[in-house]
């Protein structure tokens, strides 16, 4: 048969091109190598399939360490400043395609576990509805905390979120790019849903507001986040070391900060209001915490405190970027203290001693988790005493 | 506790309605335009000249978890047929294997694409301000990590289960020996990622996918299937339902700029550079992908190329930015005529280098020897015969001690590499537009080939300096540079390339080659400033 084909046919079920194909294929493969990467060192004991789809997809040269290209960029910056550079971080390595994500998350894999939460996010509000359970939260807890400061703490998953934007552009490793894009994805899907739950309780709460004018005014005008944002906006726009910006926001603010806020004070205390919706997403929120704390401890401990060449050094620096971060998140969560102001007391659950014992969980699961790591003094104690100064 | 008036509002609502309720995802994307603040040092990393507005909206309003459920099926649709009937039939054996070894390129060089327009989505989502277009660039970035990890799921599916895994299951490494790679870098990689940031939405969005995807991710899906490749299609077609968010991102980033006085100065001249970028590659590496790459034809590529880039891309949808000052491309006129014969200038020169690279290349048999005939009328005398010459001196074998590289060198042919697109010409056998110039500068020397590139370097050089691979391999011998740079099989001796793909047909190792004493050497360095 002739080599011009009709618009629509198929090699694969006309019979005619079939036999012209089978003709042409050899008997038995050509290499016995049937592995993707196989010259990848694996993690674990075999490669992976995260890492089959996802190592070595960075096209840098060998002077990006890891790299497995050659020569110069095609085409650089305005001025010549190069595609990617060793110059964007001052944090050093032998291996920037080093890293994995220890739940091994491709793409797939990803959007198939959020797919899931979302369809059961549909179905748990639907059922949470139906069954009147919005009667059973304390007003003072919905109109005021859950409307203001809960709405206003999406501005604060928001900003962390943007911050993730020039990391997923400048850092130099694949793995890295991903799991970046994806704790960022994951920041925005949490300020989404604090403004899901209010559209939520705005159509089952007549008169509750579902704009984002109050909360916003709470952000950038009240007091009681007036550290974080100031701490956020630095995070985001003012640090242009992509290492420096994971670092800070998801090293220092957020399991500090982030951890308090969600953990301590939204999900503890809504159920002592009446308000079982709010932990439902926290929870959700918790989850992508506990999920991004293993891609970080991975791209910091793993392959950049523990590098055999640079850990001493890199360790030296992240102690530098504490020094700067924890003061101005210790701040943050001072501020924070003005809002047990704001909510009726409930003995050993609002007052000092029980917000005391959150910050002591607060900051000692920091240091173990966090500061331990890279050698880092810190007195816990002390720093509970400065946060605790705020207490009105 | 008292019961406030709105939670007796909420209980008396229930009384008499316990329908259930939920939220959509448009119920909470249209706040998200409220999520952002003011404050002083809100401004990008990466400055551009156009000013992006504060109002721009996006057009598929999605929030995480909404996009996060729609690519969720799409995968389930897409990796099901893979793993199940495709397997099942043995379909990655049943592809000629011809474009068994054009989709070791395809589909690795794509991904390299889709892999650098993570970083480049990455940058317009911190460029632009506001939260909806931020939103768009966003959706974007998930879905080119979605997109590499596809392309590269191809190479995995053809090294698993295919005739030839040599290539596939190592194109991440092999790929940068080859002639193509430094220009693929050019146009896929840094194009995207490497300048103002609205200029990259130019080259990315409003050139490379708007106008090539078309070609690139559906045209190719043609050819697959009439080579008996349903691997191909069943991915790049699920690839294509993204690529149509990511043209829409190309066209906010245009209207979120139209108002700016900087666009009506510099927009046509970064698109016209964009244009010329992406296709000085495109279109000849398409081409002979399609063409020679293949054995069923489907059309040839001049009239795919028309139709996809010419009517389709530079009438109807530059005719739709229009209102906001857009022009097609000046340069169109340029690439019409180096979409006749640019792909045949281009096989020459990859035939005659084809130990480097991670694929087999075939000659055309007399039967496509025809079909060019009849439908690029003078190909037989401009390539034909020298195909016909290079194949009775036994290029195919490895007992003939011949390559075509030496053909060249014997006949006084050299080869330049293009400074700005890092694509190779033969000014004294190209059919196509390309005429050497040469400048001198910061001590080097750079040659160029065509009008448009030359104009790019002349006003910023220091962006274009990188080496090509002469100048890098220069006085190294072939076989050393190949072993060097992995490009041999798991036998540890024959080549990944070879210069047919006979199923009868023997196969080169590296001792051929080494045989050959084929020295690389720079044509750069036997040229003065000024020549052309």
């Known amino acids: 048969m002739g080599i011009q084909v009709e618009s629509g046919k198929r090699g694969l079920t006309d019979p005619d091109m079939a036999r012209v194909i089978a003709n042409a294929v050899p008997t038995q493969p050509l290499d016995s190598n049937n592995k993707m990467n196989y010259f990848v060192k694996p993690r674990g004991r075999r490669l992976s399939e995260y890492e089959i789809l996802c190592c070595y997809a960075q096209p840098t040269p060998d002077w990006i360490p890891g790299g497995l290209d050659w020569g110069d960029w095609t085409q650089k910056f305005h001025g010549g400043r190069p595609s990617w550079g060793n110059e964007t971080t001052e944090l050093h390595t032998t291996d920037w395609h080093k890293h994995r994500d220890p739940a091994n998350r491709w793409h797939a894999l990803y959007v198939k576990d959020k797919a899931e939460e979302w369809r059961y996010t549909d179905r748990f509000l639907k059922s949470y509805s139906a069954d009147g359970q919005v009667r059973s939260i304390d007003p003072v807890w919905r109109d005021e905390v859950l409307n203001d400061y809960l709405g206003a703490f999406c501005f604060s998953e928001y900003g962390l979120f943007n911050s993730h934007s020039s990391a997923s552009r400048d850092c130099l490793g694949d793995t890295l790019r991903m799991s970046i894009a994806m704790i960022g994805l994951d920041k925005v899907d949490n300020a989404q849903m604090i403004q899901l739950e209010r559209t939520f309780l705005a159509k089952l709460v007549p008169g509750f507001p579902e704009s984002t004018d109050e909360p916003k005014k709470e952000w950038t005008q009240g007091a009681i986040y007036k550290s974080a944002r100031e701490t956020v906006e630095d995070i985001w726009q003012a640090t242009y070391d992509w290492n420096e910006i994971l670092w800070s926001g998801h090293m220092v603010y957020d399991p500090l900060f982030g951890q308090f806020v969600r953990r301590e004070f939204f999900l503890r205390l809504s159920s002592y209001f009446g308000d079982n919706l709010t932990p439902f997403f926290i929870n959700q929120m918790q989850l992508y915490h506990s999920q991004t704390k293993g891609i970080t401890g991975d791209m910091f401990f793993h392959c950049l405190a523990d590098d055999v060449e640079f850990g001493d050094y890199n360790k030296r620096i992240l102690r530098a970027w504490n020094d700067k971060w924890l003061p101005r998140t210790v701040n943050a969560l001072k501020d924070f203290m003005g809002i047990f102001a704001k909510i009726p007391e409930i003995k050993g659950v609002t007052d000092k001693p029980a917000v005391e014992a959150a910050l002591e969980r607060v900051f000692n699961d920091w240091k173990r988790d966090y500061a331990d790591p890279i050698s880092y003094k810190v007195d816990t104690a002390a720093l509970i005493k400065t946060v605790l100064s705020g207490l009105k | 506790m008292a019961i406030s008036a709105a939670t007796k509002a909420a209980t008396d609502a229930l009384a008499v309605n316990h329908a259930p309720t939920s939220v959509n995802a448009q119920e909470v994307h249209r706040w998200l335009q409220s999520f952002t603040w003011d404050f002083e040092k809100n401004r990008t990393k990466y400055p551009t000249k156009y000013k992006m507005a504060n109002d721009t909206k996006e057009q598929f309003k999605l929030i995480a978890k909404e996009y996060a459920r729609m690519e969720s099926v799409k995968d389930e649709r897409q990796f099901g047929s893979l793993q199940d009937v495709l397997a099942r039939v043995d379909a990655a054996k049943r592809v000629h294997p011809k474009w068994n070894e054009t989709m070791k390129v395809v589909s690795n060089f794509l991904e390299v694409g889709e892999y650098n327009a993570i970083a480049a989505t990455g940058m317009l989502w911190d460029s632009a301000t506001a939260p909806e277009q931020k939103n768009g660039y966003l959706a974007q970035t998930l879905d080119e990590i979605r997109h590499t990890n596809q392309c590269g799921y191809v190479n995995y599916y053809f090294a698993k289960n295919g005739q030839d895994p040599a290539g596939h299951n190592d194109a991440r490494r092999t790929r940068t020996i080859g002639p193509l790679w430094k220009g693929m870098k050019r146009v896929f990689s840094d194009g995207f990622i490497s300048g103002d940031a609205v200029e990259c939405s130019i080259n990315l969005q409003l050139v490379g996918e708007a106008c090539f995807t078309n070609p690139l991710i559906v045209a190719v899906t043609e050819w697959a299937a009439a ?56 279109t000849p590496v398409l081409g002979m992908a399609f063409e020679y790459g293949s054995h069923f034809k489907v059309e040839p590529w001049v009239k795919t190329w028309n139709r996809w880039v010419y009517e389709d891309w530079g009438g109807i949808w530059i005719g739709r930015l229009g209102k906001y000052g857009v022009e097609s491309p000046a340069s169109l006129r340029d690439a019409k005529k180096d979409a006749y014969w640019a792909h045949h200038d281009l096989f020459l020169l990859a035939y005659a280098l084809w130990p480097t690279g991670f694929f087999r290349l075939t000659l055309p048999t007399a039967e496509e020897a025809e079909w060019f005939e009849a439908n690029y009328p003078g190909w037989q005398e401009n390539y034909g015969k020298i195909y016909d010459e290079w194949r009775a001196r036994g290029c195919e074998d490895p007992n003939s001690g011949f390559i075509p590289l030496m053909w060249f060198i014997e006949n006084n042919h050299p080869i330049y590499i293009d400074r700005v697109s890092q694509v190779p010409f033969c000014p004294s056998l190209c059919k196509g537009a390309s005429t050497l110039r040469v400048h001198e500068w910061n001590g080097k020397m750079h040659s160029f080939s065509d009008d448009w590139g030359e104009r790019m370097w002349l006003s910023e050089p220091e962006r274009y300096e990188c080496q090509n691979m002469f100048e890098q391999y220069e006085g190294r011998e072939l076989s050393e540079v190949i072993a060097e740079l992995h490009g041999v099989r798991s036998d540890g001796k024959t080549l990944i390339a070879q210069p047919h793909t006979s199923k009868d047909g023997k196969l080169w190792t590296l001792d051929d080659i080494k045989k050959l004493n084929c020295v690389f050497a720079d044509p750069l360095k036997s040229i003065k400033a000024g020549d052309r």
């Not at chain 2, 906010?252 to 900087?262: G, K, L, P, R, Y």
Request: glycine share 4%.
């Open chain 2, 227 to 282: 080579n008996g490749d349903e691997i191909t299609p069943t991915v790049f077609l699920s690839i294509e339902t993204d690529e149509l968010r990511h043209m829409a991102n190309g066209y906010q980033t245009v209207v979120s700029i139209a108002n700016d006085e900087a666009a009506s100065k510099y927009l046509n001249t970064d698109l016209n550079n964009a244009f010329w970028t992406q296709q000085k590659y495109f």
